[in-house]
């Protein structure tokens, strides 16, 4: 199943400086987010979990390999978090926002999260 089941969207990571994982609807504000700041010249890309069993170990290793700043954007307190942090490579930068109980995150929630992650001044939000 893990080597035929998974399904993920990569979005702008070939040039990508700093990765955001999101699924569902964080995943559409990243997509804003990032037309945003490559708008400003900061090269962010989407790595959109499909599936979440199976989880695209394998994709987020190879992105986080290159990409070290990695954003983990969710609806909720780290479901995926976890899985994130398991299939990373050793020498990324893991990284977290959460909205739980239905706060909505927006694009300049996203950059601000994000900037902070690239400047490494970075503080778990939930």
Known sequence: IRENEVMCEEWHLDDAEVMIVAFGTPSRVAKTTIRELRAE???AG???PIT????????VYEHSARIKNVLVIEMNTGQMLRDVQVAAH???RIHFYGRPGGGFPYPEDVRRELRKAMEGAYERSV
């Open 52 to 59: 979440v069993f199976p989880f695209p170990e394998k994709q």
């Open 41 to 43: 010249g900061i090269k």
């Open 90 to 92: 050793k020498d990324a």
């Open 46 to 48: 989407l790595l959109r």
